[in-house]
């Protein structure tokens, strides 16, 4: 007589809850991996455009030209050197002086909207605001928030 082998619907239904629990903790995770590395798309940009403008100041001795001047600085639209345009951040220079800058990186993908990093001409780096669903992180850091519980 030949006895057939197979699994039972018990050892079945562990082999499925166990693939659940482990789902259960790696999605998430692999989700906030994904996350941070969309942040560094900003951060590099932010920092390739902080070496223009400083180049452009060691050229120039300031930032921005004075009216008439043929030469733009990176931040100036325009300019031969424009704003990167990338795939989950709008790049921006709210501030824009014969002395001084500021770039800016706002999120546009779904999980980062409400992120803005920001740097100037001292290299100053900050995270002005993070995305609701991030819980609470308080008041603008002087760092550049990579993780979602607020850490830089």
Not at 75 to 81: H, K, L, P, R
């Amino acid at each position: 007589m030949h006895r057939q082998r197979a699994f039972t619907l018990i050892e079945l239904m562990i082999a499925i809850a166990i693939i659940a629990i482990l789902a259960g903790i790696g999605i998430p995770s692999y989700v906030k991996y994904i996350t941070r590395s969309k942040i560094q798309e900003a951060t590099s940009s932010l920092l390739g455009m902080r070496v223009k403008m400083e180049q452009y100041y060691q050229d120039n001795r300031f930032y921005t030209p004075p009216a008439g001047s043929p030469v733009l600085a990176p931040c100036a639209a325009g300019s031969s050197v424009p704003l990167p345009t990338l795939k989950y951040f709008n790049v921006t220079c709210p501030t824009l002086s014969a002395t001084q800058y500021t770039i800016r990186a706002d999120g546009t993908d779904s999980a980062l909207i409400g992120l803005q990093l920001e740097i100037n001409e001292a290299n100053q780096r900050w995270t002005r605001s993070t995305p609701g669903s991030w819980g609470p992180v308080g008041a603008p850091k002087q760092c550049w928030v990579s993780k979602t519980n607020g850490d830089c």
